[in-house]
């Protein structure tokens, strides 16, 4: 039986084509950004010298200007902090559009969100100098948390921001609050707590309220309003922050056409005239909107609508004089600098824009070459540092932009007259909108490129498998395999790996990756058709002579059915509802093609524990009503939850044990571990310490059952599955903590039922051997719909805010060990994808359950029957992770794609890792215990 | 499916089927007048299941008219008759109401909703088995113990049954799409696709009749009547 390691190697490569097919999709699709953590710095000006140095002994006999000048002399001088003469009020109106802003009196019949907003257009007629209005455009994705990311890094955060710390959500990199901390400034947060979470700990007084009652248009807002008045009157601190949310709950609940959007407007107006009436005679106004919204009040994607937010500012003793027409447009990375500026400090480290000096009181010519040249001496250190960082941009391109910004700082000491400002100024933003842009095409657009050619690699590997799997006859699988096509394959793509490196050191290729993962696929692809072509003959005899029964072609059905509704945003939010119901129809369908009591009964005990595992499915912020009633989400089990814990564990503890042999003891001792680690920890009167030491006791015992596999057992392959499964099933119980554990439960009897109806499946013609009907893809994808569906069934959802990361700690933090990292991810991939990870390694028991004991077959047949459950539960992983590509590729420009899509297609391939794995392991354990069993036949 | 043999009972099939074809999408059309369509899922749309429970006794009354009297045990035994299939009927529907809460209904809430939506499902499946075959028949038919192809009519019933089951259950794809229409109340699009399930077999299978009996002239249309055959969902 030397076929019988081809089949694994063969299953490593099919997994190895999916993952690497899938990696390339992610290199195209998930744009990321390297965080620095650098922290701009900047000497004060009074320890500057007359000759433009630091510390130097002349005393202070020049004035500030004299001393500007001669820095400006010197490029290569360090920041110097700017003079700082006012504070800031920043009020942030979330999702506040530019148009609500404007106020047209010809309109006869306003909409419902026009012309509610006259005191902006009153301002601005009576006092032009001391007010601007702009349009303020945000970059996509345009939601609050990455607005407000940008709005004080001065950056573009995309969707994966890469950083060391990727669990916490504080910002990692330098900011506006962190800038004026070092200054010794305070400032208070009023309203969101967004900013409270995204950098706790930097408020000198905050009064934070939850957000997310997202049907809530009032509390944060009156909340706000209860402080805001006698914050101003304080003279405390130097940057108010305010965040009012009414607008946005308003949008999101009735969009911006209703009655409700006019009055949280009018109330908008009102709060506005009363803050200028009682604005401090040293602080700037800045109101600002972080986005707009769509006309059904949504917001997240990249329409003209959601990006045009509004900015305006309003400062007692004017801005500086300016030309610029109302409503220019300003972007929104300009902000930190601006804000920065404001308060005498250098723009933050990571931020591409410049400084607004429209909205800045008026400065001497010296002063504002002062802003100029900190700007682009902080952007040059970026460019420089992200150069180092990171590969994202190539080098020649890097070097050009750190060219031109050099030239233009030797270029300030030559500016002197107000025109010769105003060109330089000029010239600034035309360098920063230059190199913002640069970056912006690196981490906003996606390349479409490689996105296709892994689309057509996935799609390659699912058809050629799919026919191999489907149409090659049984009774030949064992030939194939044992022939040379597995080797000759494996040889070709090292081959393909060699040619690439080689060509990669002779730097003929540039992307080392790419080629590897494109040539192997390509070269894989031309294998398994030439398999397919010399077996023609057999395929095609096959498909002639089958005559599928209808729940056959339901189930496949049903698989492609729950891959198809990927595309949908709606079937996604309640993909676990549609996954029960799909596997319920087809397991129903075959019960109905056995039609016995028994089987009826079986249904119906598989249907139960389906229905069980409903109360702990997850919700999400979309569904509604059980997000702001949720109360589940707490990592505390409750004494119930505890008791169903201990339970379902005693009980598949105490009627497994009876069916187990002596390797079953590892597998009741890590249950009661885990029970004991359950009820240690549990409630205040528990003890942390010796429940995180039984849990550890608990992985001893799961890790030492998965070596005590490798002993070969004579009676076949079974045992030691169902162990593995068992084992799996505890490991799951202690990631998923006491109130999730009984899922895990759940989970088992209902594969436990699914394993008795298939067992009983008539097998009716004689031409077909007795496995004909377990080795069929129906069943395949029954246990594909099934490990799907428990997905979610134990209370994750796809939604990245879900993830929670109790699971990493239940036994102790794992940092402080040296394996610390892959040890933490390990536990979370448990966590989260446990049970197709389960499902997977049990696959092999569909073709082997039997009460009878002994199947008639001989034990060649049982393996390939094995092996091509294995690569069909594989393929079935393989079409939904397609399935997700594609819709992620078809939606890329789809207002929910950051919040529905792209989560989906993470966890899809999660999930799709886990079943390849799990069918992995399956196999191999059952090609290590069947050569005794061939030895003694 | 059906043979041309029994010339009289294939008639009594082709009528019984005109009728259903006839009332059913009148009640559908009366209520979409009334804009009543929307609410079948509450308690007061009880009539309708009172409409077609009387339609459907009286199309038994129609196909077991012409069958022999001696197949009756006579008038003493059909009050304790009524007695037991009611019993029987009772047992179905909450067969089906478990069956519809197992594939996803809600289970503490809308019991009523999802009670109506069985009692259809009764009425249009076992409901006229029960009238035209009896009850012991009825429960061979379900676990398969005695074949029923021979018998035209109750090859039809099935087959209605079917339809009716795959109706309603097709009616459920709709329900998670976030277009927050009223027909995505549940059970609606339920009861509805059971209703339009019942029709289309229904239609089927008059328009399969009147095709054969076509065919015996004109033998080019077989090949429409093999394509309809392959739709029944029987086999």
């Known amino acids: 039986m030397k076929e019988k390691w081809n089949f694994i190697l063969y299953l490593l490569w099919f997994s190895y084509l999916i993952i690497s097919a899938v990696v390339m999709f992610g290199h195209g699709f998930l744009l990321s950004r390297k965080t620095l953590s650098d922290v701009s710095e900047c000497v004060p000006l009074s320890s500057i010298g007359c000759d433009g140095r630091e510390i130097s002994n002349s005393t202070g006999g020049c004035s500030e200007d004299e001393k500007i000048r001669a820095i400006l002399l010197n490029p290569d001088s360090p920041l110097v902090c700017p003079p700082r003469s006012q504070r800031v009020v920043l009020i942030l109106v979330d999702a506040l559009r530019y148009d609500f802003t404007e106020y047209n009196a010809d309109l006869e019949n306003p909409l419902q969100y026009q012309n509610k907003l006259p005191v902006i257009t009153n301002l601005l007629g009576k006092w032009p100098n001391r007010t601007r209005v702009f349009r303020f455009m945000a970059d996509p994705p345009t939601t609050t948390l990455q607005r407000i990311k940008a709005l004080v890094t001065g950056s573009l955060p995309t969707f994966v921001d890469v950083s060391s710390n990727f669990a916490a959500m504080e910002i990692q990199e330098d900011n506006i609050l962190d800038q004026i901390l070092k200054d010794k400034h305070r400032a208070i947060l009023l309203g969101d707590d967004t900013w409270a979470r995204l950098m706790p700990a930097r408020w000198h007084r905050k009064h934070a309220l939850y957000s997310f009652h997202t049907w809530d248009l009032d509390t944060v807002d009156t909340e706000v309003d209860s402080k805001i008045y006698n914050e101003l009157k304080k003279d405390d601190w130097e940057l108010l922050v305010a965040h009012y949310l009414g607008v946005d709950h308003a949008g999101h609940r009735y969009g911006p056409n209703h009655a409700e959007m006019a009055r949280k407007l009018s109330e908008t107006n009102d709060r506005l005239e009363k803050i200028i009436e009682i604005l401090p005679a040293d602080a700037i106004l800045y109101v600002i909107g972080d986005h707009g919204m ?124 107000e025109l010769e400002l105003r060109h330089y100024i000029e010239d600034v933003r035309l360098l920063t909108d230059n190199i913002r842009n640069v970056f912006r095409e690196v981490w906003v657009e996606f390349d479409s490129l ?116 990927l595309v949908s945003n709606s079937y996604i939010i309640e993909e676990g509802a549609v996954l029960s119901f799909l596997a319920l129809s087809v397991i129903g369908l075959i019960a109905w093609n056995v039609r016995t009591i028994k089987c009826l ?100 015992v799961i890790v030492c059952t998965f070596f005590l596999l490798l002993k070969r057992d004579s009676r076949g392959a079974t045992m030691p599955l169902i162990i593995a499964g068992l084992s799996l099933y505890v490991a799951n119980t202690l990631v998923l903590g006491a109130a999730f554990a009984p899922t895990a439960g759940l989970a088992l009897l209902s594969g436990l ?32 719909l099934l ?134 392991i399956g196999a191999t354990l059952t090609a290590w215990h069947f050569t005794t069993q061939h030895r003694s036949s | ?105 809600p289970f503490l809430d809308n019991h009523e909703e999802t009670l109506m939506l069985s009692s259809l499902l009764t009425l249009l499946t076992v409901f006229p088995l029960i009238a035209h075959a009896g009850i012991e028949p009825a429960m061979q038919l379900l676990f398969g113990v005695k074949n029923y192809t021979r018998d035209t009519v109750v090859c039809m019933l099935v087959n209605n049954a079917l339809w009716a089951v795959g109706g309603a259950w097709l009616g459920a794809v709709v329900i998670p799409l976030d277009w927050n229409k009223p027909w995505q109340q549940w059970p609606v699009p339920c009861y509805l696709g059971a209703l339009c399930g019942y029709l289309m077999s229904n239609v089927l299978t008059v328009s399969k009749v009147t095709l054969m009996s076509a065919a015996t002239k004109y033998p080019v249309l077989n090949i429409i009547v093999n394509c309809l055959d392959r739709l029944h969902m029987s086999k």
């Open chain 2, 1 to 105: 499916m059906f043979s041309l043999n029994n010339q009289a009972e294939l008639r009594k099939v082709t009528i019984s089927s005109l009728i259903t074809c006839i009332y059913l999408p009148s009640i559908i059309t009366v209520i979409s007048y009334k804009d009543l369509l929307y609410t079948v899922g509450n308690g007061s749309s009880f009539y309708i299941l009172v409409l077609i429970f009387i339609a459907e006794l009286l199309k038994s009354f129609y196909l077991s008219s012409g069958e022999d009297a001696p197949k009756r045990k006579g008038s003493k035994n059909r009050a304790g008759d009524i007695i037991k299939a009611s019993i029987y009927l009772l047992g179905v529907m909450f067969c089906f109401f478990v069956g519809i809460i197992l594939f996803g209904a």
């Open chain 1, 787 to 920: 490990a799907s569906y428990y997905f979610y069934g134990s209370g994750h959802h796809a939604t990245l805010g879900h993830v929670s990361w109790a699971a990493v700690f239940h036994a102790g933090d794992p940092a402080h060990l040296v394996y610390g990292h892959a040890l933490s991810a390990v536990l979370m991939f448990i966590s989260l994808f446990g049970m197709p990870l389960m499902f997977g390694v049990t696959t092999p028991l569909l073709a082997l359950w039997s009460r009878a004991g002994a199947t008639p077959v001989g034990p060649r047949t049982q393996m390939a029957a094995v092996f091509s459950l294995c690569l069909k539960f594989s393929l079935c992983f393989a079409v939904r992770m397609f399935a997700a590509a594609l819709s992620a590729t078809i939606h890329c420009r789809h207002l929910m794609i950051w919040g529905v899509f792209t989560p989906k297609l993470l966890f899809e391939f999660g999930a799709c890792v886990a079943a390849l794995l799990g069918s992995f």
């Open chain 1, 450 to 565: 490689s996105m296709l050619r892994a689309l057509l690699l996935l799609l390659l590997a699912i058809f050629f498998n799919w026919i191999i799997s489907e149409g090659v006859p049984i009774e030949r699988i064992p030939h194939v395999f044992s022939s040379s096509f597995v080797p000759s394959g494996l040889i070709g793509i090292a081959v393909c790996i060699g040619v690439c490196y080689t060509a990669f050191t002779l730097e003929m290729l540039s992307d080392l990756e790419h080629a590897i993962f494109l040539s192997t696929g390509l070269i894989s692809g031309v294998f398994t058709c030439m398999l397919v072509i010399m077996h023609w003959d057999g395929i095609t005899q096959k498909w002639y002579e089958s005559h599928p029964l209808f729940y056959e072609r339901f189930a496949r059905t049903a698989l492609f059915a729950s891959a198809a509704v």
């Open chain 1, 601 to 700: 009964g079986l249904w119906v005990g598989f249907g139960v524990s389906l229905a069980l595992t409903r109360p702990y499915l997850g919700c999400r912020e979309e569904q509604g009503d059980c997000w702001t009633s949720d109360s589940k989400n707490s990592s505390n089990a409750s004494r119930a939850a505890l008791v169903l814990a201990l339970g379902s564990m005693a009980a598949v503890v105490s009627i497994a044990r009876r069916y187990l042999d002596w390797r079953g003891y590892g597998f009741v001792i890590a249950g009661i571990f885990s029970c004991a680690h359950w009820a240690v920890g549990w409630g205040s009167l528990g003890s942390p310490g010796r429940s995180k030491m039984l849990a550890r006791g608990a992985w001893l």
């Open chain 1, 294 to 417: 769509t006309e059904t009040g949504d917001h997240g994607g990249e329409s003209k609508a959601e990006r045009t937010a509004a900015w305006f500012s309003y400062y007692p003793p004017g801005f500086r004089a300016d030309d610029g027409a109302i409503g220019k447009e300003v972007q929104q990375t300009n902000l930190a600098a601006t804000v920065s500026a404001a308060l005498g400090r250098p723009p933050p480290a990571p931020s591409l824009g410049y400084v607004e000096l429209p909205v800045l009181p008026q400065m001497t010519t010296a002063g504002t070459l002062l802003c100029l040249t900190n700007n682009l001496k902080q952007i040059s250190k970026y460019l420089l540092r992200y150069g180092e960082e990171s590969q994202q941009v190539s080098l020649d391109r890097l070097t050009q932009l750190l060219n031109a910004t050099r030239t233009q700082i030797d270029l300030a000491s030559a500016v002197y007259s």
């Open chain 1, 753 to 784: 039922f699914v394993l008795n109806i298939v067992a009983m499946i008539k097998t009716d013609g004689a031409g077909k051997s007795a496995l004909s009907s377990r080795y069929n893809s129906s069943i395949a994808c029954l246990w594909a």
